[in-house]
């Protein structure tokens, strides 16, 4: 009986299916748990929806944190107060957009 010598490609392919088993299962389990059934304030919840509202519109929007911001509470601020207003909300817009591109991303993906 001859001993079979396992070589590196091997183990490299052994170690890329073991990689590729997990990455299927984060994958089913994101899934099972969409990103937008995490736990979001009221107001966030809010806010996620107009922004969707803004990308599913066929309108252009040049300025889409302009959109989103509350000008009553916006001209109460401070100078600074506003910089850091518009820095958070276009944070917020940049996250929720990137949410929603995932989001619609695994909808098309179980469509097909």
């Known amino acids: 009986m001859r001993k079979k010598v396992k070589g590196k490609l091997y183990f490299l392919a ?3 299916k073991s990689r590729m088993r997990n990455f299927n299962k984060e ?3 994101f899934e099972q748990v969409p990103y937008a059934k995490m736990c979001f304030s009221a107001k966030e919840q809010e806010l996620y929806e107009r922004v969707c509202k803004m990308l599913d519109s066929d309108q252009i ?3 889409p944190i302009k959109e989103l911001m509350d000008h009553k509470y ?3 601020l401070s100078i600074e107060g506003r910089q850091k207003y518009i820095s958070d909300l ?3 817009y940049k996250e929720y957009k990137l949410r929603y591109e995932r989001e619609h991303e695994l909808k098309n ?3 097909i």
């Open 14 to 16: 052994r170690d890329a």
């Open 61 to 63: 929007i040049i300025n």
């Open 74 to 76: 916006y001209n109460s």
């Open 90 to 92: 276009s944070e917020k």
């Open 109 to 111: 993906v179980s469509s």
């Open 27 to 29: 994958r089913s389990i």
